[in-house]
């Protein structure tokens, strides 16, 4: 990996090279916001800010441009792409994606609890899943329900998780550790 300085003196890394040998830079501006990726390839996508580094725009190797728009707190609410069409982002009061709507104007909508942790989604199609936490906000279990079951009665897909009390490993059988989950990241 190789480093530059970057803004505020920090050293910035600008080079990586794959386990495959490929080498993928980044370039920074003068204020340090990411301005181009090239991989190995030769490909480079560049990105274009507005005011206070608001990321605006991503240029793709082809020239195709995706356009972000913001809300009044800088927070992505719709994506356009080169062909006009929009991926739009619904948020609440608190800024919480409650739904998307992709390019096709497909939505899938989230049902938060007062904590803000999604409880549920329901998908384009009716599918529902619905995800349950413990008292460390811990995901313990997703169950995914059919389009013909919308009230829930009988899931298709059910997974548990639990964890260890020592180091919050996600466990799978008795004593078996599959691997370490942060739940809080959903």
Same mark, same amino acid.
């Given at each position: 990996?190789?480093? #530059? /300085?970057?803004?505020?003196?920090?050293?910035?890394? %600008?080079?990586?090279?794959?386990?495959?040998?490929?080498?993928?830079?980044?370039?920074?501006?003068?204020?340090?916001?990411?301005?181009?990726?090239? &991989?190995?390839?030769?490909?480079?996508?560049?990105?274009?800010?507005?005011?206070?580094?608001?990321?605006? /725009?991503? #240029?793709?190797?082809?020239?195709?441009?995706?356009?972000?728009?913001? !809300?009044?707190?800088?927070?992505?609410?719709?994506? %356009?792409?080169? %062909?006009?069409?929009?991926?739009?982002?619904?948020? !609440? /009061?608190?800024?919480?994606?409650? /739904?998307? #709507?992709?390019? &096709?104007?497909?939505?899938?909508?989230?049902?938060?609890?007062?904590?803000?942790?999604?409880?549920? %989604?329901?998908?384009?199609?009716?599918?529902?899943?619905?995800?349950?936490?413990?008292?460390?906000?811990?995901?313990?279990?997703?169950?995914?329900?059919?389009?013909? &079951?919308?009230?829930?009665?009988?899931?298709? &897909? #059910?997974?548990?998780?639990?964890?260890?009390?020592?180091?919050?490993?996600?466990?799978?059988?008795?004593?078996?550790?599959?691997?370490?989950? !942060?739940?809080?990241?959903?």
């Amino acid at each position: 990996m190789a480093y #530059e /300085a970057g803004a505020g003196g920090f050293a910035t890394p %600008t080079t990586l090279v794959r386990p495959d040998g490929v080498s993928v830079s980044r370039r920074f501006s003068e204020d340090g916001v990411l301005a181009a990726v090239s &991989d190995g390839e030769g490909r480079t996508w560049r990105y274009a800010y507005g005011a206070f580094d608001v990321l605006r /725009a991503i #240029e793709d190797p082809r020239g195709g441009t995706l356009t972000l728009s913001h !809300d009044g707190e800088g927070r992505v609410v719709a994506v %356009t792409n080169q %062909t006009g069409h929009t991926y739009r982002l619904i948020r !609440d /009061a608190a800024g919480r994606v409650v /739904a998307e #709507e992709d390019f &096709d104007g497909r939505r899938t909508a989230y049902t938060r609890d007062p904590a803000g942790r999604v409880t549920a %989604t329901r998908k384009p199609d009716g599918s529902r899943l619905t995800y349950a936490y413990d008292r460390s906000d811990r995901l313990t279990a997703i169950r995914t329900f059919a389009a013909d &079951d919308p009230d829930g009665l009988r899931p298709r &897909d #059910e997974t548990h998780l639990r964890y260890d009390r020592r180091r919050g490993w996600r466990c799978g059988p008795p004593g078996s550790r599959r691997r370490r989950s !942060d739940a809080t990241r959903w």
